[in-house]
Structures are given as structure tokens and as C-alpha cells.
């Protein structure tokens, strides 16, 4: 059922009783006419404003969730571009940070081999329009549909994932693009605050502009595609993003895509279904011996999980090396994670696949070893991106305030090995 704004549902009414006021006095014609101009100069003007939520529903700011969470929302637009998008990238994962590209269907379709790359980083593409042409705010229902539907389709074809979020050319759109989104089923996102970096080759103005008044839920909104470029020649979102990531951690605000805001705020709502102990882990996990190392599960849901363990403490523990646990130990920690959060998913009924562990990278610790720690440590993992057959997981290794291990891993499935069991 298609849902109007009150400011549309009231404009549709002012033109019915204009017209009604024609029918019956047609003398009062020119009063009905000025009455409609002013309504649609006030349409226009909302059409003009990219925060603008009379025209539709437009996610302008993080939910109050992500924000008592300290997040604020990294976007980019425009891309992708062979030249800036790899080095976004590369400042990216060494600060271990995940961004929202809004992407261009054209631009997608001449690289898609830079999409793949960030998608695999474990960013997010979203849909920036097909073609990105100046003149889309005056298009009707059918060429917003061309423009949004096409987009959604290279996209999708690319990376295997649709699009969740749509954002107008800067903004810009009329009340024909909002009953186009509803059919999709995706969600129009512009931001809170933007840097001009597309016209200004200033990177201070362009901080500045950033992170002035900066709160915790905001949605930022940066280029690697048409972007500026500062006296040197360099590309100014390249000169801006290290300083504004440094910016973000010095203020204890935690820079995330949009999805991730999203999605873990249905996460902070889900029902926690079962928290496993280590004999339910130990049952449905492949290990030998004693090397199932977690305890018990104490939180889960669709992309994350959080377990315990002492074993780091027990001297038989089969990871020791030379009387000690070496810190890179905590991967074989975290990996077991992810093995029990495949079985969470699969539920009691069915086997899960078989996973290994493909590649792990930006790795990241600051002590040598865990056997030292007294108490329990806690085992965290997020699931990323993935598919049928990979998957990308965050994970960490933590002693209660402290961060012990960080990074990536990849994980390749081996859905055969499920099916077999299961036909067995």
C-alpha cells in the first residue's frame, strides 16, 4: 500500500478542493491558480533540500541506538574511481574502518572488479542512480524507476547483494521519486553533514566543515568520485579522510557503514534464542581432543556473537608452545567463534557446513601472550559479507576493558559437507 507524507496527502487535497472551487465558482479562477503556484513552489523547494523529509521518508541521521553507541555514519558518493576509490580503500582498512559507498550503476559496470574489492574490505555499495544525470529531479515516475531500478540491477549483478539505500544526485528529487523507492523497497539517505569536497580544494574547509558540531549518530558524507582536487594535485577526500578518522577516534566516536547502524539495531532488539554451553559448542564443532577452547556463548544474533573462555589458562591447553600461549592464539580462539555461530544459525535440525579458514589480515595486538591473564576472556565476531560459499567475519579477543587481538578472517564453506551429513 502506497504511503504519503502529510505534506503530500494535504497537497493532494489542496488540488481537489482547488479544482472543486473552479467547478463552482469559476470566477475565482485566479485565486485557485495563485493557491496551486504556491504549492508548487513549496514542493519544489522541498525537492531542493536533501534533509528534507516532507516529500518522503529520508534517514538523515543514525537512529538514537547507533548514537548512544557514539556511531557516526561514513559515506561516500560517486564512485567508483580507478584512481582514488583502491587508495579510500587502503586509509580505510589501516585505520580497520567501514564505510557505505554509494555507488554510480555506470561507473559499477566500468569497474567492477574495485566494487568486488569493496565489498570483500567489508564495506557496503549502496545505489547512487544508473547514470547520475543533472536533470533527474524534474523526471517523472518512469524515469526514476529507469534511473533507481537500473542502478539496483548493476549493483546487485556486481556484488551479489541489493541494494538496501538510495541517494539523490545531491540530494535533489521531486515527489515521484518517493512512490519508485516504496515499490523497490529500499530507502531514500542523504546525511547530516557533508564537506563540499566535490568544489572546494580547501581539505581544511573541508574538515572543518565535517566535523564542526559533530555528534555522536550523524552521517557524513565525503567523494572518492568527482571529488576536488587541493593545489597539489592530490585528490582532496585523501587529504581529508586520515585527518578526519584520527578526528573521530580522538572524540571516542566509532565511524560505521549505515547497515551496520542499522542492522545492529534490530541486533540490540533481537530475543536471544539459546546460550550454549561447552558441551552443546563441543557437539557441534569439529575439534580434536581437548581443542575445543570457549565455554559458553553469552549473546548472539544474525551477525554476531560473544563467547567466554578460561581454557587460555589451563596448562594442558594443546595451543601452548614452550611453556606459554602466544597472543596469535586468540585467531584459533575466534575462528572457533565463528564455527559456533554457523551451527547457531543452521538451528538443531540441520548440520552446518564444514568452514575453513581461507585468510586472515589486518591483524592488530598489543601484549605477547594470553596465559597470563586471570580470568575469563571474551571472544567477539561479526559477520560481515559473505554468501553461500565465503564469508568475511570481523573478530576480537578481549580481557575486559582491554583489546588483546584484532582483524579479519576468511572463511570458505563446504556446503557439500552439510548435505552429505544431512542425506546420510
Not at 539517505?189 to 581544511?204: F, I, K, M
Not at 605477547?368 to 568475511?392: C, F, P, W
Amino acid at each position: 500500500m502506497r504511503r504519503f507524507t502529510p505534506f503530500i496527502l494535504g497537497s493532494i487535497c489542496l488540488h481537489a478542493g482547488m479544482f472543486a472551487l473552479v467547478a463552482f465558482s469559476p470566477e475565482k479562477w485566479l485565486l485557485a491558480l495563485a493557491i496551486l503556484f504556491a504549492n508548487h513552489a513549496a514542493i519544489g523547494v522541498a525537492g531542493l533540500l536533501p534533509r528534507s523529509r516532507l516529500l518522503g521518508p529520508n534517514l538523515v541521521h543514525l537512529p538514537d541506538e547507533a548514537a548512544n553507541r557514539a556511531e557516526v555514519a561514513l559515506t561516500f558518493d560517486d564512485g567508483p574511481d580507478p584512481e582514488v576509490t583502491p587508495k579510500v580503500l587502503e586509509i580505510l582498512g589501516r585505520h580497520g574502518v567501514r564505510a557505505t559507498f554509494f555507488c554510480i550503476g555506470e561507473r559499477a559496470a566500468a569497474h567492477p572488479e574495485i566494487c568486488r574489492e569493496i565489498v570483500s574490505s567489508g564495506h557496503e555499495i549502496e545505489n547512487h542512480g544508473q547514470r547520475h544525470r543533472n536533470h533527474l529531479a524534474f523526471s517523472g515516475v518512469a524515469g526514476w524507476m529507469r534511473e533507481v531500478g537500473e542502478g539496483q540491477k548493476t549493483i546487485e549483478a556486481i556484488t551479489g547483494r541489493r541494494p538496501e539505500f538510495y541517494r539523490a544526485l545531491a540530494g535533489l528529487r521531486n515527489p515521484f521519486l518517493d512512490p519508485v523507492l516504496q515499490k523497490l523497497g529500499i530507502r531514500l539517505a542523504s546525511w547530516t553533514r557533508r564537506g563540499y569536497d566535490t568544489r572546494c580544494s580547501d581539505s581544511e574547509a573541508v574538515l572543518s566543515r565535517l566535523t564542526k558540531g559533530l555528534k555522536a549518530g550523524d552521517i557524513l558524507l565525503l567523494h572518492d568520485g568527482h571529488g576536488a582536487r587541493s593545489e597539489t594535485g592530490d585528490p582532496v577526500v585523501l587529504e581529508v579522510l586520515p585527518r578526519l578518522l584520527s578526528e573521530l577516534e580522538k572524540r571516542n566516536l566509532k565511524p560505521v557503514s549505515l547497515g551496520t547502524a542499522l542492522r545492529q539495531r534490530h541486533a540490540d532488539r533481537a530475543r536471544i534464542m539459546m546460550f550454549p554451553d561447552h558441551d552443546w559448542i563441543a557437539s557441534r564443532i569439529p575439534h580434536k581432543a581437548n581443542m575445543c577452547l570457549l565455554d559458553r556463548v553469552i549473546g548472539w544474533n544474525e551477525t554476531q556473537i560473544f563467547c567466554r573462555a578460561k581454557s587460555h589458562r589451563f596448562p594442558d591447553n594443546p595451543l601452548r608452545q614452550e611453556g606459554m600461549l602466544g597472543i596469535t592464539t586468540g585467531i584459533e580462539y575466534a575462528a572457533q567463534a565463528m564455527a559456533v555461530h554457523g551451527a547457531l544459525l543452521a538451528g538443531n535440525e540441520e548440520s552446518p557446513a564444514a568452514g575453513y579458514l581461507t585468510s586472515v589480515r589486518n591483524v592488530r595486538w598489543k601484549r605477547s601472550r594470553l596465559d597470563d591473564l586471570d580470568g575469563e576472556i571474551e571472544v567477539r565476531a561479526e559477520r560481515l559479507s559473505g554468501n553461500e560459499l565465503n564469508i568475511l567475519y570481523s573478530f576480537g579477543v578481549s580481557f575486559g576493558e582491554e583489546m588483546l587481538i584484532e582483524g579479519r578472517a576468511s572463511v570458505m564453506l563446504d556446503a557439500s559437507s552439510a548435505k552429505l551429513e544431512k542425506n546420510s
